[in-house]
């Protein structure tokens, strides 16, 4: 992390540790059973002395400090076998936000088992509007950085797992080479 240079914000998933593709049939059934990402938290303890505005997704999960500004992803699940809602820790000084938005077909697919839509990232990254360096140290199939792309924001991803750095960094590309119609609202 040292050797990153700047960043302006965070904001990122990490693994929850959940074992999320042992226990989920809509996991499995994509194919991503068995994996073991997410048997144990990610260790996030360098992210708070960085001293940066972070948003971070199941920062319930976590042990950090109490916040002021949690941000909510309500699934508007109506009675399916998902969580109906989804939680992310942020030290942002603002008031709790909600979106509203079914994960159904998102995106044109999943290529990661808790891939966020990237509407949703697009909405938390409004919050750090001064940010224009975004790290996402544990970007999956790169929807935080598809979101930057597409808000005009220079991304920094980390992810250790092969697999999906590659599908990130596909995905990344492509957004990155489109180009953008409108601005984002100030």
Request: charged share 25%; net charge negative; with cysteine.
């Amino acid at each position: 992390m040292p050797t990153l240079g700047k960043v302006d914000a965070v904001v990122t998933d990490p693994p929850y540790g959940i074992g999320i593709n042992k226990s989920n049939r809509l996991s499995v059934s994509r194919g991503h059973g068995g994996e073991t990402w997410d048997d144990k938290p990610a260790d996030i303890s360098w992210l708070l002395p960085m001293g940066v505005p972070a948003i971070v997704w199941g920062g319930n999960y976590f042990p950090l400090p109490p916040t002021r500004a949690p941000l909510v992803w309500d699934k508007d699940n109506a009675g399916r076998d998902f969580a109906d809602f989804e939680m992310a820790w942020s030290n942002i000084d603002m008031v709790a936000r909600r979106i509203v938005m079914r994960p159904m077909n998102m995106d044109g697919g999943k290529e990661h088992p808790t891939q966020k839509p990237v509407r949703v990232m697009e909405w938390c990254l409004r919050f750090v509007p001064a940010a224009e360096h975004i790290l996402d140290p544990f970007m999956g199939s790169g929807t935080t950085g598809v979101a930057c792309a597409n808000l005009g924001r220079k991304f920094i991803g980390i992810e250790i797992e092969s697999k999906y750095f590659d599908i990130a960094c596909r995905r990344i590309d492509e957004a990155y080479r489109q180009p953008r119609l409108f601005e984002e609202p100030a």
